[in-house]
């Protein structure tokens, strides 16, 4: 009896530490249309937002154990964090077909009436396409405040349809000008050679200046991470047409492109540059 007595301290310690760190994992789920949309608080008030959102894999790829320690680590560091799920996931449409970045938008809004948050704090954090609608996201509504686009696209490229006649996005339920997929990149297309494939698409200098992604109309600082291997798209000499850009346009805010020797998801696997950055310029309490 004795024994189990004395075991009683440690037992409420362990409940304890339970349940905080329930709390600090807990998902608060949001109605949004169109989109899946899961919310984690930290501690404190004023809370600057991270909205992340996943690539070409569909679903809410941020609310996975895989990314668990990562989500966990914005956390830690006084950031809320949002995990939205814009194809391919609950409420979503299925196919990333003429997806509404009105929609994605309107999510972050939602999460920003939570009292927790800071709505005049918010930074995207994407990957591949999840990098090109954080891009866009940024490029449209002046209340996003710094973006991450981690092996991102330059320009607007077709959706996953089977024709590849339309865009991977729309904005106020019209599709975005987009770069088709050209003559000479469908031997490419054929072999299953994506990056060649995106490419040679790029050569149609025409459509690429129309679909190209107005970087210089974001409202903060942009940090760009590429692949030097990518072997799904050219995303280093995106990234430095991006910047290029930028310095064309005079850009006021930090800009910085870091390209990670390795395949499309080497960059992945460095987010202590995204934190780095972060601190820098994004910080979780205002300076």
Request: proline content about 7%.
């Amino acid at each position: 009896m004795n024994t189990n007595y004395r075991l009683y301290p440690y037992l409420i310690a362990c409940l304890l530490l339970i349940c905080c760190s329930l709390t600090a994992t807990a998902q608060i789920i949001l109605n949004t249309p169109y989109t899946d949309t899961r919310l984690y608080l930290g501690d404190g008030n004023k809370q600057p937002l991270i909205v992340g959102l996943g690539g070409s894999e569909g679903g809410n790829a941020w609310t996975s154990n895989h990314w668990r320690t990562v989500r966990e680590q914005f956390l830690q560091k006084g950031y809320a964090f949002l995990a939205i799920g814009y194809f391919r996931a609950k409420n979503a449409p299925d196919t990333l077909d003429q997806v509404s970045i009105n929609a994605v938008h309107n999510a972050i809004l939602t999460a920003t009436k939570d009292p927790h948050i800071d709505a005049s704090r918010i930074a995207v954090i994407g990957g591949s396409r999840g990098g090109d609608l954080a891009l866009l996201l940024a490029s449209y509504f002046k209340d996003i405040h710094c973006v991450v686009a981690v092996v991102a696209s330059s320009v607007v490229f077709p959706g996953h349809t089977s024709h590849f006649t339309t865009p991977a996005w729309s904005y106020n339920n019209q599709p975005l000008p987009f770069v088709p997929v050209n003559e000479a990149a469908v031997p490419f297309l054929m072999k299953g050679n994506l990056r060649e494939t995106f490419r040679t698409m790029l050569t149609d200098t025409a459509a690429a200046t129309k679909a190209a992604i107005k970087v210089e109309q974001i409202n903060g600082p942009v940090l760009f991470l590429s692949a030097t291997n990518d072997e799904f798209c050219p995303s280093t000499p995106m990234a430095e047409s991006m910047m290029a850009r930028l310095d064309s346009h005079h850009f006021p805010h930090p800009h910085q492109h870091i390209p990670v020797e390795g395949r499309h998801a080497a960059p992945l696997q460095q987010f202590d540059q995204v934190f780095t950055f972060l601190q820098q310029h994004f910080p979780a309490v205002s300076q």
